[in-house]
């Protein structure tokens, strides 16, 4: 009905009864730019996840994200970019609950950003009808920078707006079209693969398109080693977060774990920063096994971290990156304290002199030094 009214009222009133001011072509195309990158991440991510599946999945799954990376790379303007961002999202649904069936609700929930994707096709649609029946070129011109300025709104809320300026109503959106998921009866529902934890599956990219270009180097190296984009990201998104060089906190990660999330050591360190349970729960996380969280082990390895450097060194992080680290015996104290504890370190008053802990400097001051130097080049 909305839709009906939507039609007779731009039927009378475009383009004299509404005027939209501007060129929006350079906002858009800023938009295309951040949000693009971020789509083709995602699905290079969850590409990565679907090679770790059994031949079954990866033949069941691939050809749909293979379309869907297809569609990303064509689309020109966000028009045609937010479909894709939508089957992407139907596809997601559909392998996790597959997946992780037990989860109520599915693993993964549409995002704001999704929502607004889906409010900003249903506006596509109706305006594109619209200007199918468009008399004039000033009718036609006027939708085209109507569509626009619906590419430019950042919530449901700027878009019901953008609609009540021009004297339009908003067709409503079609709650869950876009992405309804599997019901169980309709597939077979396999086994989790062995090895696999919910962790592993990818989230929504912690950097933007900007970040992710400033480190492509570093993480193009780390990725070859076994870390995964998303880990990546989500390392370099807490250190930036905590004021930490990140490159430091990719180095300690590497030797730790080797970006494994579900890395456990024979005394019991968990995660990406190999944090102890005791050691977690004096950094606020009560429950060892959500040490196994990467967002939870960074947040609190990282905390871990910057008070050892505050408590042995004097080195601001942003001297860190330009200064000769091989030679600073407060930072291999720093590098010490977190493999073999702050106690050792003060009682020798440097590195101590355990076999382990001093190729474990080695190797991480070796580590950040060539991350360094990739992401200078």
């Known amino acids: 009905m909305k839709a009906l ?24 195309r800023v938009i295309l730019q951040r949000d693009q990158p971020r789509l083709l991440g995602d699905v290079q991510d969850w590409s990565d996840y679907l090679a770790k599946l059994t031949p079954a999945m990866q033949a069941k799954y691939g050809p749909e994200l293979a379309q869907i990376k297809s569609a990303g790379d064509a689309a020109e303007t966000v028009e045609t970019l937010r479909p894709a961002q939508l089957r992407l999202e139907a596809w997601k649904q559909a392998l996790t609950y597959e997946l992780f069936p037990f989860l109520p609700g599915g693993l993964v929930q549409p995002s704001p950003a999704v929502l607004l994707a889906q409010a900003q096709v249903e506006a596509f649609q109706a305006v594109n009808k619209l200007q199918q029946r468009a008399i004039s070129a000033d009718q036609r011109k006027f939708f085209d920078a109507f569509k626009g300025r619906i590419s430019q709104v950042s919530d449901a809320q700027s878009l019901d707006r953008l609609f009540d300026n021009a004297g339009f109503v908003r067709p409503a959106p079609l709650p869950q079209a876009a992405f309804p998921g599997v019901s169980a009866g309709a597939v077979g529902v396999s086994a989790p ?146 493999n073999a504890g702050p106690g050792a370190v003060g009682k020798y008053g440097g ?27």
């Open 351 to 377: 590195v101590p002199p355990y076999r382990e802990t001093m190729a474990y400097v080695k190797n991480v001051l070796g580590t950040y030094l060539h991350l360094r130097g990739l992401f200078n080049s």
């Open 5 to 28: 009214i939507l039609g007779l009222v731009l039927a009378a009133a475009a383009p004299a009864g509404a005027s939209v001011q501007g060129d929006p072509h350079d906002s858009t």
């Open 193 to 338: 693969v062995r090895g696999l934890v919910i962790h592993d599956v990818p989230s929504p990219l912690a950097l933007d398109a900007a970040d992710r270009a400033r480190f492509a180097k570093v993480a193009q190296y780390l990725k070859g080693r076994g870390a995964s984009q998303k880990v990546i990201d989500l390392t370099i998104a807490e250190a930036v977060r905590q004021n930490v060089d990140p490159l430091l906190v990719l180095a300690l990660v590497q030797n730790e774990s080797g970006f494994k999330t579900g890395a456990t050591s024979s005394a019991g360190a968990r995660g990406l920063m190999q944090i102890m349970p005791g050691t977690g729960r004096g950094l606020g996380v009560s429950d060892p096994d959500r040490l196994y969280d990467p967002s939870v082990n960074l947040r609190a390895g990282v905390t871990f971290l910057k008070g050892l450097w505050n408590k042995f060194t004097g080195v601001s992080f942003a001297a860190l990156s330009s200064s000769n680290v091989v030679a600073s015996g407060d930072v291999k104290k720093v590098i010490a304290s977190y």
